[in-house]
Structure formats: C-alpha cells, structure tokens
C-alpha cells in the first residue's frame, strides 16, 4: 500500500494505492496481469508515501497509424489516439485491434489504446493530400460541392468515425469553396461530430475557424496571427501542437503563436503528426519541449496531455516526477517493495 498524489484531470489528489488480492492467477512479471487499485482520499496515517504524481496513459490527438508500426502503442505511455486521416475501413478495424502479441496468459485486452478516428482527408479535387504518394489508398475523399459534402459526412457518420477532418490547404493545390466547407460543418453537427481542419497558407487558419471548424490539427504555422486573430481563434477552437514536425524559422513562428494563443485562454492539445516523419510511437519529448518553450508547463502541460481518468484505468498507469517526459508505466514493485523487479514468468 502507498500513500499517492494523482492527477485527475482538473488538479492534484490524494488517494491510496493498493495491490488487490488475486492468488494464484496474480503473477509478478510486468507484461503479465496485475491488479492495482486507486481509491481517492488521504491514505491512513503511517502509510508509506510514493514519490512522484500518478496518471492514467496520455492522448495524442494528432496521429496517422497507417504510417507507423502498430505494435509498438502496447507498450508506449499513450493510452489513447486520435487518426486524423485514414482509410475508414481500416481504421474501424484497428479501433477494435489488440496492438500486443496474443498471449492467453497475459492481458492484452488491457494493453489496448482507445482508438478515435476521423475516417478520411476530406479535400477539395486535386487537392491535398491527394496527390502525395504518403497517403494510404481510401485516406482521402475529394468532395466536389456542398450537396457531395452532406452525403460524405453522412455515410461516415454511419461507419463510426468521432470526428470529420477537412483540409485547407491553400500552398498545396485547391481548397473546398466556403458553401462546401459550410455544408460539412453544418452536416457534422447534425451528427454531433466536431471538426477539424489541416489549415496551412496565407489566411486558412482564420478562414477554416471562421467557418466552423472548432479544432485545428496544427497549431497555425505558414504565417504570424495577430494579437486580434489569436483572440478570435482563442475564443472558437482548440489547437492541437505538432510543434516538432517543424525546426528553425517554421518552429519559432509556430511557438509565437502558441505562446500567445496561450496567454488568451486558448486551449491547447497534445498531438504529434505521428507517421510524419521519424517520429516515436510513443510519447515525443521534443514535443514536450517545444509547449514548454511555448511556456504551457506544469499542471497546464498535463492537461494538455489528457491523460485518462487514473481511478479506472486499472494497471494502465503512469508514474510522473514533473516532467512528462520522464514518465513510465507503474509496476507492482513500485507499490511493494518486496516483489522481486527481475522475476520472470512461472
């Protein structure tokens, strides 16, 4: 038993953790089944505290997992993605997928991250990123006119997706005319679905928040918004990071942006791109790095990260010092000190 501090989302708790009784099936190796059970409230007096700050397994609200290895999300820090461009078929298959090798004897349903997806890039004809050789065939839907638009949101409303992703991507090719790009907005909310918009060019992160999208899927980086425009979009929609997908000119034109959508309350999410580029499926600390340079840090970084509820997320755990980039998996050797860190399975 261990006192705890954890994060539940709004602010720091106190709780106790304990290991629940499950002899014989209760074995200590790590990759097999354990049972940890958080209770919030302060911990009888005497109880041995653990240092550091407990979380559920963080979110990245920004990834393409067609372009990376799947397997290795069973073992990263990420309890939960969010696809934000890829064949619905595939993906409604992955969101039910078991990332870890099956093993009856170990509990890989609990290794398995929640998958949200958006289905395809809904672009305008020619448009990007239909013409890139990266995107996976199925990935993108050219909508033509807003009559096409309607009936595209519909039938992926009807396969699953969580939300409906739209590109603007003005450098790139053409874009979806605003009657268009209205018509997905107004058909999403029929279906309560939110939108998010790659916006990239002169003028396309205010346009695509201007008409309806309440989410971009980058923090805007083609150009330096005005104090007025970062109020705007502070006040409309949340942006997601991707701040390491950039270096130089582009990343320091990015965190002023951020750095000031921050100072207006703006809100501001934890993704990485990840399939773009060399990037870990797991946790990026260069994105990490990159937000705090943007000066989000401490509790503001944290919720950035949405890490899952901790009070029921089972051994789905994260041990956190402060810096979230030193974060790990709990073991059972972090709750008793007696378990043996080295045993292997009977």
Request: aromatic share 4%; proline share 8%.
């Given at each position: 038993?261990?006192?705890?501090?954890?994060?539940?989302?709004?602010?720091?708790r106190?709780g106790?953790l304990t290991?629940?009784?499950q002899?014989?099936?209760?074995?200590?190796?790590?990759?097999l089944?354990?049972?940890?059970?958080?209770?919030?409230?302060?911990?009888?007096?005497g109880?041995?505290?653990?240092?550091g700050v407990?979380?559920?397994?963080f979110?990245?609200?920004?990834?393409?997992?067609?372009l990376?290895?799947?397997?290795?999300l069973?073992?990263?820090?990420?309890g939960r993605?969010?696809?934000?461009g890829?064949?619905?078929?595939?993906?409604?298959e992955?969101?039910?997928?078991?990332f870890?090798?099956s093993d009856?004897?170990g509990s890989?349903?609990r290794?398995?991250?929640?998958v949200?997806?958006a289905?395809p890039?809904?672009?305008?004809p020619g448009?990007?990123?239909?013409?890139?050789?990266?995107?996976?065939?199925?990935?993108?839907?050219?909508?033509?006119?807003?009559?096409h638009?309607?009936?595209?949101?519909?039938?992926?409303?009807?396969?699953?997706?969580?939300?409906?992703?739209?590109?603007?991507?003005s450098?790139?090719?053409?874009v979806?005319?605003d009657?268009?790009?209205?018509a997905?907005?107004h058909?999403?909310a029929?279906h309560h679905?939110?939108?998010?918009?790659?916006?990239?060019?002169?003028?396309?992160?205010?346009?695509?928040?201007?008409?309806?999208?309440?989410?971009?899927?980058?923090?805007?980086?083609?150009?330096?918004?005005?104090?007025?425009?970062?109020?705007?979009?502070?006040?409309?929609?949340?942006?997601?990071?991707?701040?390491?997908?950039?270096?130089?000119?582009?990343?320091?034109?990015?965190?002023?942006?951020?750095?000031?959508?921050?100072?207006?309350?703006?809100?501001i999410?934890y993704g990485t791109?990840?399939?773009?580029?060399?990037a870990?499926?797991?946790l990026?600390?260069?994105?990490?790095e990159?937000?705090?340079?943007?000066?989000?840090?401490?509790l503001?970084?944290?919720?950035?990260?949405?890490?899952?509820?901790?009070?029921?997320?089972?051994?789905l755990?994260?041990?956190?010092?402060?810096?979230?980039?030193?974060?790990?998996?709990?073991?059972?050797?972090?709750i008793d000190?007696?378990?043996?860190?080295?045993?292997?399975?009977p």
């Open positions: 038993m261990r006192a705890v501090t954890f994060y539940d989302g709004e602010g720091m106190e106790t290991l629940r009784s002899a014989p099936e209760l074995r200590w190796a790590p990759e089944r354990w049972a940890p059970e958080l209770v919030e409230g302060p911990a009888p007096a109880t041995p505290r653990l240092d407990i979380t559920g397994l979110t990245d609200h920004h990834v393409h997992l067609q990376v290895d799947l397997t290795l069973a073992e990263s820090r990420l993605v969010v696809d934000l890829a064949d619905p078929a595939w993906i409604a992955v969101s039910d997928h078991d870890a090798d009856p004897d890989p349903e290794r398995r991250p929640i949200r997806y289905g890039f809904l672009t305008a448009g990007y990123p239909s013409d890139r050789a990266w995107a996976p065939a199925g990935s993108v839907r050219e909508i033509p006119d807003a009559e638009a309607a009936r595209t949101v519909d039938e992926l409303a009807a396969d699953g997706v969580s939300l409906i992703k739209v590109v603007a991507h450098d790139a090719g053409p979806l005319d009657d268009t790009f209205r997905v907005v058909q999403a029929v679905l939110p939108v998010v918009a790659h916006a990239e060019g002169a003028g396309q992160a205010q346009r695509a928040v201007r008409l309806g999208a309440t989410r971009l899927a980058h923090a805007p980086f083609s150009e330096r918004l005005s104090d007025a425009e970062i109020a705007a979009q502070a006040a409309s929609a949340s942006w997601i990071s991707t701040l390491a997908i950039h270096d130089g000119d582009t990343l320091a034109l990015a965190i002023d942006n951020v750095r000031r959508f921050i100072a207006a309350g703006g809100e999410l791109d990840m399939g773009n580029g060399d870990p499926v797991d990026r600390e260069t994105e990490i990159a937000l705090r340079a943007a000066g989000l840090d401490g503001d970084l944290l919720a950035s990260l949405s890490p899952a509820d901790p009070l029921a997320s089972g051994p755990l994260l041990l956190l010092d402060g810096d979230p980039n030193r974060a790990r998996r709990l073991t059972p050797a972090d000190t007696d378990i043996p860190t080295d045993i292997t399975e």
